[in-house]
């Protein structure tokens, strides 16, 4: 019988592009189908063996495909992910106001979208993942990346965008007082938010409330509670929305999958890059 691997490591994102950084690797597992959620960051994956597999993207007219890297934008709809038992790589969560910096191009660009990261970032892909698979362990993996990142440009952008995202999340500031506290009018916010992150205000602030009640789902927090102190009106209204952004309700979401590549805790590190 072959050796069971299953790792799961996680690591404080180095520099102002990630929200989360997080390495995995599998072998001897049964084989998984597991979804890709939306969450406010973008995905960025190198793999380390075999190809990450996507069965279904969150624009259900994208073909599935197979890459062996992945920048994937915002998206409002599960990606479905599946493996044979093995799979290994390295997950990138970056900040949509990073994006400019790291990928040359708003994150905008990518939205609802999965593309082979050699297309967006060029040959300095190939490097990064030639490194990432000779590295020792983790922590040298994690240590390539921190170094390969400190010699991507940080492009600022608007201050007024830095401070929107900071109010979006908070469910008690009303759209149009976010536009007013910026200096903008809500139609200004919502064309400006929607071609920096790929999302309207309003979407962005439901993703990062579902980012969050998934999370504490996770964690065995019943869903009542869950429901109560993420902002939402009642427990069916938190099932509505579980049910929209993973494509299952809670209790079968959970029971279908723990853990996956997207399983990351940002903390306090997923503030801003500005």
Not at 5 to 17: F, K, L, N, Q
Not at 190 to 213: I, K, M, N, W, Y
């Amino acid at each position: 019988m072959p050796d069971v691997v299953d790792e799961y490591v996680t690591a404080r994102p180095p520099g102002p592009h990630l929200a989360a950084l997080t390495g995995w690797a599998q072998a001897g597992t049964a084989p998984q189908v597991h979804r890709g959620l939306p969450s406010p960051w973008l995905t960025f994956i190198v793999t380390l063996a075999d190809p990450l597999v996507v069965a279904a993207h969150p624009d259900p007219a994208q073909q599935p495909g197979r890459y062996e890297t992945l920048v994937g934008g915002l998206h409002t709809r599960p990606a479905l992910i599946t493996h044979d038992g093995r799979q290994s790589g390295v997950q990138l969560s970056v900040h949509p106001l990073a994006a400019r910096g790291l990928l040359g191009m708003p994150a905008g660009e990518l939205a609802d979208r999965d593309e082979h990261a050699v297309d967006v970032l060029g040959p300095w892909v190939d490097r990064l993942q030639d490194r990432l698979r000779a590295a020792p362990g983790w922590s040298g993996r994690f240590a390539v990346v921190a170094d390969e990142l400190a010699a991507r440009p940080h492009r600022p952008v608007a201050a007024e965008l830095v401070r929107a995202w900071h109010l979006l999340p908070r469910p008690a500031v009303p759209v149009a007082a976010v536009a007013a506290d910026v200096g903008w009018s809500a139609r200004r916010l919502h064309a400006r938010c929607r071609a920096e992150t790929g999302l309207s205000p309003q979407e962005l602030r439901r993703v990062a409330r579902f980012d969050r009640a998934r999370r504490a789902l996770a964690t065995g927090t019943p869903p009542a509670v869950v429901a109560a102190e993420h902002g939402y009106t009642d427990q069916p209204h938190l099932t509505r929305d579980v049910t929209r952004f993973a494509g299952l309700p809670p209790r079968r979401w959970l029971a279908a999958e723990r853990r996956s590549v997207q399983d990351t805790d940002p903390g306090p590190a997923a503030g801003s890059p500005a």
